[in-house]
């Protein structure tokens, strides 16, 4: 499976090499009113690149400090219950629900 995410990299990593060498051409970028750039395509498409992703990071944050939160009380949780059980081991624990088949 490590071969087969390697060849993925490595194709997508041609494509990248090959979009770059086919958009050398200069660009005007403006960055301000009246202030522009000259540079080539690829840099104006790789900076878009960077920024999107920079911005999908800071999208899925949020999303990440939520499910931190839950699991860090799911392991609190975990921890109260083994050591309840630690405690009154004439208690058995409970059974796995049957299925209906």
Do not use: D
Not at 79 to 97: W, Y
């Amino acid at each position: 499976m490590k071969i087969f995410y390697t060849i993925i990299k490595i194709i997508i990593l041609l494509i990248f090499l090959i979009l770059a060498i086919g958009n050398t051409q200069s660009v005007q970028f403006f960055y301000l009113p009246a202030q522009s750039l000259n540079v080539p395509l690829i840099v104006v498409l790789f900076g878009a690149f960077v920024i999107g992703s920079v911005f999908g990071l800071f999208a899925l944050f949020g999303r990440l400090l939520s499910l931190r939160g839950e699991n860090n009380r799911l392991r609190t949780e975990i921890k109260k219950s083994a050591r309840a059980a630690a405690a009154n081991p004439a208690v058995p624990p409970p059974a796995p629900p049957k299925h209906k088949e």
